[in-house]
């Protein structure tokens, strides 16, 4: 297919030619570049939220039932489920489709299964460019669901406007609430499987970490000597001030559910609509998405110098012959690299070597 025919395909929204789009995107095939530029203009549309927690948390039932949820209110959705890439095989389960069968024949949905491939951060490289494909295409709400570990939600969240923590009574001891990765990124807690022991004192735990690290208990309070520390409620405090509507602050919720009974699905939908109101009311949805625009042209730029560099067979070879005295100590790996920056500038510069 021509690339004048695939791109008239796509503004006339055939699922076929968005498919085509997002393969050649996701695996930055010649004209990638080209299609997402002339894509740009029509991007920001959607509301991206990400869901992210420990592996068996539910994420993809919940998942499931909140596309589900929207697709009722009548809204377009895509889904994109990223996957850990296998260090043996290079694979990847992609199991999340499987668990939303129910959703995936519905043509108002799309789902995408993506493999990290290496990507540290728990998000592939190129889900941001296919996110932006979605929006492209008109979708209102974006899902992107993915494995978080520890340090992936950070990267999840630098690609969402909301982001959801789906955590489990077996996620581990209240120790884990002490993450501060974790908590600062999550927007929305969700003690999934709630019907289950312990599910009381992870959720109480998640909100006095909350309390705590918000001061929103101290909020009110004289500064003197009198206050009677044992009746502090961090997490009482912080469970009230998650059910207030400031327009400047936003303390994160934590919902119970049980997914599998489609139970707590819609207080989340509930707070999803909540955190996108203040996002829009404080302007802190716009600056988020600045922030992601000044990431992506970081990114592209890493990546531009990196092919440049390492593609470039002089380069390789220049650098293999400064490794003996790097072993021997008499260059360092920050001399070497300076001097290979300053020899290379015009391939830095997108420049050919004569």
């Known amino acids: 297919m021509s690339s004048d025919r695939l791109t008239e395909d796509f503004n006339a929204a055939k699922p076929a030619a968005l498919a085509r789009v997002v393969s050649i995107v996701e695996n930055h095939r010649d004209g990638f570049e080209q299609i997402l530029g002339s894509l740009h203009s029509r991007t920001g549309r959607a509301r991206r939220i990400g869901l992210t927690g420990p592996p068996g948390a539910g994420k993809s039932t ?147 970490m909350l309390g705590l690290r918000k001061g929103v208990s101290f909020g009110n309070m004289p500064a003197h000597h009198g206050v009677d520390l044992k009746r502090v409620n961090p997490a009482r405090a912080a469970r009230e001030a998650a059910a207030t509507t400031d327009p400047k602050a936003w303390t994160p919720p934590v919902l119970s559910a049980v997914a599998t009974k489609q139970e707590g699905i819609a207080e989340i939908v509930a707070a999803l609509d909540r955190h996108f109101a203040y996002l829009q009311r404080s302007g802190t949805l716009r600056a988020r998405r600045r922030e992601r625009l000044r990431e992506r042209v970081m990114d592209v730029v890493e990546r531009k110098v990196s092919d440049r560099l390492w593609k470039d067979s002089r380069t390789v070879a220049w650098l293999d012959e400064q490794l003996p005295s790097v072993e021997e100590g008499t260059a360092t790996p920050f001399a070497v690299a300076d001097m290979l920056l300053r020899q290379s500038a015009e391939l830095v510069r997108g420049e050919q070597r004569t």
Do not use: C, H, W, Y
């Open 62 to 208: 919940i998942t499931a039932l909140l596309v589900k949820n929207f697709r009722d209110q009548g809204l377009k959705v895509g889904v994109i489920a990223v996957d850990p890439t296998s260090p043996f095989t290079g694979g990847a389960l992609l199991g999340d489709r499987v668990r939303m069968e129910n959703v995936a024949l519905d043509p108002g949905v799309f789902i995408r299964s993506m493999a990290t491939r290496g990507s540290l951060g728990g998000l592939a490289a190129a889900t941001r460019e296919v996110a932006d494909v979605l929006d492209a295409f008109g979708f209102d709400i974006l899902l992107i669901e993915t494995v978080g570990v520890g340090q992936s939600e950070l990267d999840v969240a630098r690609t969402a406007d909301s982001t959801v923590l789906v955590l489990v009574p077996e996620s581990g001891d209240s120790i884990q609430t002490l993450k501060a990765g974790v908590m600062e990124v999550a927007d929305i807690f969700v003690v999934n499987k709630a019907d289950r022991p312990g599910a009381d004192r992870l959720r109480n735990d998640v909100e006095l």
